[in-house]
């Protein structure tokens, strides 16, 4: 297990995260600096500096549950609510396709690239907001000092680690189902052609070399894919052509999205069991949470412009069902701490996720795209 993969899959579900709310955000027309607001609020708090100093510290990945607190409080950053159904979807819509990308990296060191490429989105939402953009750019110059330098090897530690992390997640997402890279047990479908790896040659070839390192006979075979030689490396410079698309924005196109629990109650019970334990509030955990949680420092909203409710669903009624299906056990409003050897970072964590608590918003006369009950209607 790598120490160094945190920050790289915090950025990317970050990221991700960023791409679906911007998409739906345009799609149901909600007014500019509405939207506006929300991304900045979202991506400062995710850049703080306090919080990436906390990131950035060697440490290991921790449960699901204890990244996902992180994600529920980051989405409520700003103005906008989330219930729980909604979240649990825009989780499983972040955490498919940063699996994917990782996947189909075609060297382990290119999920810097695949990162940067995140980084380079997310500077495009905040280009009237030049405080946010060097927050931004500051995370970019910490990347590339901690990982410009590392070896393949330790490069391919971190996408194993990454890869554990994932191997157990297989939900179904339309768009990759209709693109056809994912099969209908939610595992994906790796590729047989395109460009080899950078600084590798297409396959094809056998060269048999003597013990003194003379090449002495070349052997052909039929590979059956449809490779090419890469046509450069991608930039890993604060600007560039960073080449591989991996990591770039797929909602950039209106395109409607669900999400479906591949093999239905028998996934979801092991899904619930992964969640729920190990017991993301043990010692280490706590201290995690706690320490990286205080770093993001979120400030509550000001002034008369009121909260709104966000909905991944096509309507309130599949919002509702999905809520009464999810298992109890899943649960993020009311977190019981069981550590008791320190009640200091108890108190301290108990804090926190207090203001985790949504109220609901009470009922205007304005349309139903006014209070955004029906934002997320594609997905």
Request: with cysteine; charged share 25%.
């Amino acid at each position: 297990m790598s120490l160094r993969t945190l920050p790289l899959l915090f950025l990317n579900l970050g990221g991700e995260m960023l791409y679906i709310l911007d998409q739906r955000l345009r799609a149901q027309n909600i007014p500019a600096d509405k939207a506006r607001k929300v991304l900045n609020d979202i991506i400062s708090t995710m850049f703080n500096r306090k919080f990436m100093e906390e990131l950035f510290k060697p440490q290991e990945l921790y449960s699901k549950k204890a990244l996902r607190t992180v994600y529920d409080r980051l989405a409520h950053a700003s103005i906008m609510r989330l219930n729980q159904a909604s979240m649990d979807k825009l989780y499983d819509l972040m955490t498919m396709a940063f699996k994917y990308q990782v996947l189909l990296c075609p060297r382990p060191k290119d999920v810097l690239l695949v990162t940067f490429n995140h980084l380079d989105a997310i500077k495009g939402f905040i280009q009237d907001s030049p405080a946010i953009l060097q927050q931004v750019e500051e995370t970019f110059q910490q990347l590339t000092d901690r990982y410009g330098g590392l070896s393949d090897g330790e490069f391919q530690l971190i996408r194993q680690t990454l890869l554990i992390f994932f191997q157990d997640l297989h939900i179904r997402v339309s768009i990759f189902l209709k693109d056809k890279v994912q099969n209908s047990n939610g595992r994906f479908v790796l590729p047989v052609s395109g460009p080899v790896p950078w600084g590798t040659e297409v396959p094809g070839l056998i060269r048999i070399f003597t013990d003194k390192g003379k090449e002495v006979k070349k052997v052909e075979f039929k590979h059956g894919g449809h490779y090419v030689t890469a046509p450069k490396e991608g930039s890993f410079e604060l600007y560039g052509d960073r080449v591989l698309k991996l990591g770039t924005n797929m909602y950039s196109m209106n395109r409607p999205v669900e999400t479906h629990m591949s093999g239905a109650s028998k996934n979801l019970a092991s899904r619930t069991q992964e969640i729920i334990a190990p017991n993301p509030l043990a010692k280490e955990e706590l201290n995690f949470l706690a320490r990286l949680m205080g770093g993001m420092e979120i400030k509550k909203p000001s002034g008369p412009e009121p909260g709104f409710r966000l909905n991944l669903f096509t309507t309130d009624e599949e919002e509702e069902q999905a809520a009464l299906t999810r298992p109890e056990e899943l649960s993020y409003e009311v977190i019981n701490i069981q550590a008791t050897q320190d009640r200091q970072r108890n108190d301290e964590l108990a804090r926190i996720m207090g203001e985790f608590e949504v109220m609901e918003q009470p009922k205007q006369s304005a349309s139903k795209g006014d209070d955004l009950l029906a934002m997320m209607d594609g997905f």
